[in-house]
């Protein structure tokens, strides 16, 4: 049974699409301008941001926010 978050945001919405999202808005350059962490900046990757925004609670809360905020734009 599915449970019901009609005040989340982000409910259902996979991380994935999120950095997807993000990426064609800024690129990878302005992305690691905006939010300061390597796997934006130095040799940049969906996979390998990925692999750590999952691992990185703190950065993650940073990519979701930009995206709330992008999106609410």
Known sequence: MGESQPNNPLHGVKLVDILEYLHTIYGWR??????????????????????FLRRTP???????????????H
């Open 58 to 72: 703190w950065a993650r809360d940073k990519v979701e926010k930009l995206y709330l905020e992008t999106i609410n």
């Open 30 to 51: 302005e992305l690691g301008e905006l939010i300061d962490i390597n796997c934006f900046q130095s040799n940049p990757s969906i996979k390998s941001s990925l692999k």
